[in-house]
């Protein structure tokens, strides 16, 4: 029986599917959210509406979306396995890793070029992310604020 915890993401894509079970959704979670115990308890205000979801073109989502259906045909393969078993770290089925590994590094080049080193260094990208999501004024401030300086280095540096 469901609880008050169960949450729904009412007519999710294969888009949405890829992007929330990607390591760098997974990393932004575990930074950010509560816990009960040793489990996490996600929570749409605090982890789903606070994410800062990558911009992609119409191909790239296409991308992940094909990538997201590998994970689920991967998991098919197993009909009688629970999800506990399938995700169980020591003996995860090899297909199932590696369809997430190709997710994952999708997903990670949607954020940028270079790949990821630690799920530290994703969440520290995130944060960035999310700054500018919620004080866009003040980022553009910054970027004034550097033209400025530069002219007047450029000025007193001419004169």
Same mark, same amino acid.
């Given at each position: 029986? @469901? /609880? %008050? ?5 009412? %007519? $999710? ?8 079970? =990607? ?14 115990? =040793?489990?996490?308890?996600? =929570? ?9 979801? +990558? ?21 098919? $393969?197993? @009909?009688? /396995? ?10 995860? +089925? ?6 997430? $590994? ?33 004080? @866009? ?17 450029? %000025? $007193?540096?001419? /004169?």
């Amino acid at each position: 029986m @469901p /609880s %008050d915890k169960l949450r729904l993401l009412a %007519d $999710a894509t294969l888009w949405d599917f890829g992007i929330i079970t =990607s390591s760098i959704h997974m990393a932004w979670m575990k930074a950010i959210t509560g816990r009960m115990k =040793s489990d996490f308890m996600y =929570s749409v205000g605090v982890v789903y509406n606070t994410f800062p979801w +990558p911009d992609a073109t119409p191909a790239q989502r296409a991308k992940i979306e094909g990538l997201a259906q590998a994970v689920l045909d991967a998991r098919a $393969a197993y @009909p009688t /396995s629970s999800l506990a078993d399938l995700y169980d770290p020591d003996t995860m +089925p090899a297909d199932l890793r590696r369809a997430h $590994a190709a997710l994952d590094r999708a997903v990670d080049r949607l954020y940028r070029a270079a790949p990821f080193e630690t799920d530290r260094d994703r969440v520290e990208h995130l944060f960035g992310r999310y700054e500018a999501l919620v004080n @866009p004024l003040e980022r553009l401030g910054a970027a004034k604020n550097r033209r400025v300086a530069r002219k007047a280095g450029q %000025d $007193a540096g001419g /004169s």
